[in-house]
């Protein structure tokens, strides 16, 4: 610690130039903080710097025997020669602390490190997967949930998380669609800011804020058929009017670092994409925050044929400006001899370092490299009733009601007899969904255990059908059973004479996430069948779907009286199903993505072109955009979700049919709640610009509250807009507000009930 404090004492030599008194505090802060960072900087040598942009992934048990040879004793000696910035995947205060002791102690200016770790949605304590979480369009639970996963992670010595994924998506068959929120730019610009602010907080050099990264800049979404790492060839207008708001998003909520993408864009990985990360992000957008590349992506530049080899990868990426190498190596192998030939800058090194630097300033690493390592807030934070209770009600509002014919739900809370069917009935490990690396396997509740906290009625639980052949693991294959079909009678027989049969279906949490494409959206393995076959016996079924990804359940759809879509819902999943279907908390959730009726529609999404022939021109003729076997309708869209209460929607007005210049116009209409449950609702409101110098989408969200309504109240709703509501990138490469005529729709879904009309004039 002591060549630490030596090597950062020419920090105090440096004052500020102007007056602390002209400055505000922030500004004042930033100033201190860029000197510091260039005193630090000044004190570097190349191969110092170069390791700060170099990033490794944890390696060997921090608490066992020093590595002895291999990759690891090769990487624990760049450790103690600091030329390491950063780690990932360690976690837990024991394990942070000796690392950070080593290059506090050992190294020459004792810069520490910065620890990263994947808080999709929780660290010990799981909240619902992010695309669950964009279903309650809450915005401040959401950011709530990523500050509970924060404050977790921060107790355990972790700074940093690659969180949030905040890609568009319109194709279900990615089975990265659960990390993000859904298909529409506003709505998951609105939590991406969200997200950003629970993981940074206000301070965040707090123990409870880390620093958030935005991912994957840009593209990957929209990967072609869906398969994950695939190529990616959009244009111009749905790059920046669909793709990169988001982004925008998160860099106005200060994100502090961002993470590039395995695609290519344009013919070029995103990771050697200067256009990307020097033009857009750097320049025209003015991030101060440092560029990750997604890990091994500096290398797979050879693959994509971008690279011939692993050293002109790396002059591509840093001269692209990618900042730190995430376990692809070839920065601290080739970075010094690039400079050394001229063929990189040392000027961009330099940019790199001080980006990471002033993260690491930001972080308050720099005063307490241990301070985000703190063993009894660890025991007390993780499990706690206040992070329990949260991530509850994170679950809760999570829930979408898909179909309730006949007011089946809410069931009685006693006198009722249940036939609990289904491969994930009692399964205490799918919830927890893909992304819970420090989670404890099978710790969520279960949908049984959830159902006899009621206890009543009287539930019979029979699994079924398995859905996996052996225990899934991130990192393999899933394989699901298509064979094995003992268990198909028992339940048949267990479901003939109940009041009403729940059954849970749809995937295993292992399913969906990273490398988890697929070709299919049915329900997976036999539970089709199984569902078909308890239905000849008893047609009062209550379908509870957990998935990561939008279905296609066009047969429940028809069939079924009731489908509660669940999704995967982190740790107290089981009991936030309960309480949905006992009715002790009524679903206020909507759709974020849209549900195909077939995965022959995909991709398919609300905000869609109205093309040159939309429409049927006589009956019968083939000579328009549709299809010839299925018509073009979505099974549920964008933005659907039911309540046990009904909502009306009537009287819009328009406080103006003009809208000009920087002038406002008013949007208003009644909101009355006509069921006999207080309930909430979310009432949305879209635009539609009829004209304009690029297509546009037939109807935008731009807009939208949550109303909470007792039985029989009425309310006005007014939504406010302006010019800014009706920018877009435009033909001209900039972001405007054209004139031109409008239409305003207001509803509970995309599927609108209230239309208006205005016109804007600059």
């Known amino acids: 610690m002591k060549k630490y404090i030596l090597g950062l004492g020419l920090f105090f030599i440096l004052q500020l130039t102007c007056a602390q008194g002209t400055l505000s505090n922030e500004a004042a802060r930033n100033m201190e903080i860029t000197q510091k960072v260039d005193s630090v900087l000044s004190l570097m040598t190349l191969p110092e710097k170069i390791g700060q942009m170099n990033q490794y992934n944890g390696f060997w048990e921090v608490t066992g025997p020093t590595p002895k040879d291999g990759d690891a004793a090769r990487k624990y000696e760049h450790l103690k020669a600091g030329l390491v910035g950063s780690m990932?995947?360690?976690?837990?205060?024991?394990?942070?602390?000796?690392?950070?002791?080593?290059?506090?102690?050992?190294?020459r200016l004792g810069i520490p490190l910065i620890i990263g770790f994947d808080l999709m949605h929780g660290y010990k304590t799981i909240s619902p997967i992010p695309l669950a979480e964009a279903a309650s369009w809450d915005l401040d639970a959401i950011g709530n949930s990523a500050a509970v996963a924060a404050e977790e992670a921060a107790a355990s010595g972790i700074n940093w998380t690659f969180a949030p994924m905040i890609d568009i998506s319109r194709d279900a068959r990615w089975g990265r669609v659960m990390e993000g929120a859904g298909e529409d730019p506003y709505l998951g610009s609105k939590i991406a800011y969200a997200r950003v602010k629970g993981f940074q907080g206000d301070d965040l050099a707090a123990t409870n804020t880390i620093a958030a990264c935005a991912k994957h800049f840009a593209g990957y979404g929209f990967s072609e058929s869906g398969r994950d790492y695939n190529t990616v060839d959009v244009g111009t207008s749905t790059l920046y009017n669909t793709i990169f708001p988001p982004f925008m998003a998160a860099i106005d909520a200060d994100v502090k670092t961002i993470m590039n993408s395995f695609n290519e864009l344009n013919g070029i990985p995103a990771t050697g994409n200067g256009f990307l990360q020097r033009s857009v992000l750097k320049e025209e957008w003015k991030f101060k925050g440092f560029v990750v590349s997604d890990w091994g992506s500096i290398n797979e530049m050879i693959n994509h044929g971008y690279a011939k080899d692993g050293k002109q990868a790396a002059e591509l990426a840093v001269n692209a400006g990618s900042d730190m190498d995430m376990e692809s190596y070839h920065y601290v192998k080739y970075l010094e001899g690039l400079v050394d030939s001229g063929a990189v800058d040392e000027a961009l090194v330099n940019d790199a370092v001080k980006r990471i630097l002033r993260v690491k300033f930001e972080l308050g690493l720099f005063d307490d490299p241990f301070k985000y390592c703190d063993r009894e807030r660890e025991k007390q934070l993780i499990g706690s009733k206040k992070n329990m209770d949260a991530v509850l009600d994170m679950a809760k509002k999570s829930i979408v009601l898909l179909k309730n014919e006949g007011g089946l739900l809410p069931l009685q809370k006693s006198g009722l007899k249940i036939g609990l069917i289904g491969p994930l009935a009692d399964d205490k490990d799918s919830p927890l969904g893909s992304w819970r690396l420090a989670a404890d396997d099978n710790s969520a509740v279960s949908v049984l255990e959830g159902l006899k906290a009621y206890p009543g009625n009287a539930i019979t639980h029979k699994q079924g059908v398995a859905l996996t052949l052996e225990k899934p693991s991130f990192i393999l294959e899933t394989k699901i059973n298509t064979t094995d079909r003992s268990g198909f009678e028992e339940a048949v027989q267990a479901a003939r004479n109940q009041d009403v049969v729940i059954m849970v279906l749809g995937e295993h949490g292992f399913q969906t996430g990273e490398g988890r494409s697929r070709v299919s959206l049915d329900l997976p393995g036999l539970q089709q069948e199984l569902l078909e076959a308890v239905y000849k016996v008893n047609k009062n079924i209550v379908l509870v779907l957990m998935n990561g990804r939008p279905l296609a359940i066009n047969w429940a759809d028809t069939n079924v009286p009731?489908?509660?879509e669940a999704w995967h819902l982190g740790t107290q999943s089981g009991h936030a199903i309960a309480q949905v279907l006992y009715g002790?908390?009524?679903?206020?959730?909507?759709?974020?993505?849209?549900?195909?009726?077939?995965?022959?529609?995909?991709?398919?999404?609300?905000n869609f072109k109205n093309t040159g022939r939309p429409t049927i021109p006589a009956p019968d003729l083939v000579f328009w955009s549709h299809y010839t076997d299925m018509d073009n309708d979505p099974l549920y869209p964008f933005g659907h979700g039911l309540s046990y209460?009904?909502?009306k929607y009537g009287d819009l007005k328009l406080s103006e049919n003009r809208l000009i210049g920087e002038g406002k116009m008013e949007v208003s209409f009644t909101l009355t709640n006509i069921g006999k449950y207080e309930g909430k609702e979310v009432v949305q409101c879209y635009l539609r610009d009829l004209v304009a110098s690029v297509t546009r989408p037939v109807k935008e969200l731009k807009d939208f509250k949550m109303v909470s309504l007792k039985p029989g109240e009425s309310r006005e709703v007014i939504f406010t807009l302006d010019k800014s509501s009706l920018a877009f990138y435009s033909a001209n490469n900039k972001w405007e507000t054209e004139p031109g005529d409008f239409k305003v729709f207001v509803g509970g879904s995309s599927k609108t009930v209230l239309e208006g009309d205005f016109s804007y004039e600059r």
């Open 88 to 107: 990932l995947n360690v976690r837990g205060t024991e394990e942070v602390e000796k690392l950070q002791k080593i290059v506090v102690e050992e190294t």
């Open 562 to 564: 009731a489908i509660v």
């Open 584 to 606: 002790d908390y009524n679903p206020s959730g909507k759709l974020p993505m849209t549900f195909p009726k077939n995965v022959g529609q995909v991709p398919i999404y609300y």
């Open 645 to 647: 209460s009904k909502f």
